[in-house]
């Protein structure tokens, strides 16, 4: 069995990492910290690993992470501060974090349509990348600490943005022109935070859906007004008749 992991384990040996092979994965009991390693890749065989702890693999130069990445049990949170990443694998979805994933400081552009599917107990950082654009399955993320989003090159929200459940969100410098009106749903238990220009919009968004709401109430009553005027003279009528 021990030949089915053993570019992990050669992998886990160059570190002189501690582990135990089960029939289904090694495991590394506690945290597992490959911080400042000079990293540039993992193996394949990466997502057969589990850690009852945290996995530490900040400050390294990964531009990827291989698609069994996805596999991992990991007990607490997942740290990928200062690498590389220009993408994320789609298997990434199907991780289950208790505690924080933290992407802070790298070169993300988008994430996959997978992201949504996240279970995320703790926070979830994204600060400092190049985020373009965000999938349409983001709003059905569910975080339990905060989001932050904060310094890439965001110009829109999903639709979906407003069902989105998280402890505080952080927008800040962004390229935000405009929010879906589905932000008002957002449930989020704390502050706020999306910057002066991006604050503008939301209140001139905000205070257009008011006035438009007041036409609408206005056109309606109006047509009310009119129904019952028809109604008038078309009883009128039927009298004189």
């Not at 206005?218 to 109604?231: D, G, M, V, Y």
Request: glycine content about 8%.
């Amino acid at each position: 069995m021990k030949n089915n992991f053993k570019k992990l384990t050669d992998f886990l040996d160059k570190y002189d990492v501690k582990y135990i092979i089960h029939s289904d994965c090694v495991e590394v009991e506690g945290d597992l910290c490959l911080n400042n390693k000079k990293l540039t890749s993992l193996p394949e065989s990466f997502g057969n690993l589990k850690v009852s702890g945290d996995l530490w693999l900040d400050n390294n130069n990964l531009t990827s992470l291989p698609e069994s990445f996805g596999n991992l049990k990991i007990g607490f949170s997942l740290w990928l501060n200062n690498n590389n990443l220009a993408s994320l694998p789609e298997s990434l979805g199907n991780l289950k974090i208790g505690g924080n994933l933290c992407l802070n400081n790298n070169n993300l552009t988008s994430l996959p349509e997978s992201f949504g599917n996240l279970k995320i107990g703790g926070y979830l950082w994204l600060n400092d990348n190049k985020l373009e654009s965000l999938p349409e399955s983001f709003g059905n993320l569910k975080i339990g600490g905060g989001l932050g989003l904060s310094n890439n090159k965001l110009k829109s929200l999903p639709k979906s943005f407003g069902n989105l459940k998280t402890g505080y969100l952080n927008l800040t410098y962004n390229n935000l022109t405009s929010l879906p009106e589905s932000f008002d749903d957002i449930d989020v238990k704390g502050d706020i935070y999306m910057g002066l220009i991006t604050r503008i919009i939301y209140n001139c968004q905000k205070r257009n859906k008011h006035k438009l709401k007041k036409q609408e109430a206005k056109l309606e009553a109006e047509r009310k007004k009119q129904e019952a005027e028809k109604f008038r003279i078309e009883s009128q009528i039927w009298v004189n008749e």
